[in-house]
């Protein structure tokens, strides 16, 4: 079954320092998101893409976070610099548009803790 | 503004015993979605609920969509132990909007 992957699954950085994840979603979504999740909370979500496009990114705290999508398939995101208050899990999700476009698969998430 | 509410926060039950968790919307809601999240992994996609007064069935798992779209609940009959996790919500005020979670019911569920 398609998964979609997430790299690297922990992370520990100092803060002020930066970190990238990396999402590869489940093969020819076209939708793209990425969550923050904090511990006992829903996820959050920070940015979304429609192939390489950003569609919602209102939440994506613009001075330290960066997304990008370059060619519709694979996403980075970025932070710089990490702060203490970035510590949570980044999820990944992706979604089809056909036969229907709502369902969203996660990935397994990328643990960051900010020293 | 919109203001979703989603309860218990926590619910530990027996084995055999029922569970259900409640969202509630002080708005209307376009569509909500439910999904489950096991201890340690990430959200499972359970449903997706658009019509008024909708219900739907997955087993031992019943999902409700209110008259008024504005509440959802899903209950679980005879709970096991691999209901255990935690069970958000997701609602999109429009059609097109964003998708926003609540913040969870955590069931655990006594052998």
């Known amino acids: 079954e398609a998964e979609v992957a997430q790299s690297p699954r922990y992370k520990i950085t100092e803060k002020s320092q930066a970190v990238a994840f990396w999402c590869d979603p489940i093969?020819?979504?076209?939708?793209l998101y990425w969550y923050r999740q904090i511990l006992g909370q829903g996820p959050e979500l920070l940015v979304q893409?429609?192939?390489?496009?950003?569609?919602?990114d209102s939440q994506l705290p613009k001075d330290r976070f960066s997304a990008e999508r370059l060619k519709g398939v694979d996403s980075t995101l970025k932070i710089q610099p990490a702060e203490l208050g970035d510590s949570a899990m980044y999820l990944c999700?992706?979604?089809?548009?056909?036969?229907?476009?709502?369902?969203?698969?996660f990935g397994p998430g990328t643990r960051l803790t900010v020293t | 503004g919109q203001q979703v509410m989603q309860i218990p926060q926590y619910q530990h039950v027996q084995e055999g015993e029922d569970f259900t968790t409640y969202c509630n919307s002080s708005t209307t809601l376009s569509n909500i979605q439910w999904y489950k999240q096991r201890p340690g992994g990430h959200p499972v996609f359970l449903i997706q609920l658009v019509k008024s007064g909708e219900v739907k069935k997955q087993k031992r798992l019943t999902f409700q969509f209110g008259e008024a779209k504005k509440n959802s609940s899903l209950h679980i009959t005879a709970t096991q132990t691999t209901d255990v996790g935690t069970y958000f919500c997701?609602?999109?005020?429009?059609?097109?909007?964003?998708?926003?979670f609540g913040e969870g019911t955590q069931l655990t569920v006594n052998p």
């Open positions: 093969s020819g979504h076209a939708t």
């Open positions: 999700a992706s979604s089809s548009t056909f036969p229907s476009s709502y369902e969203q698969y």
């Open positions: 997701g609602w999109k005020e429009t059609s097109g909007s964003r998708l926003t």
């Open positions: 893409f429609q192939d390489e496009s950003v569609v919602d």
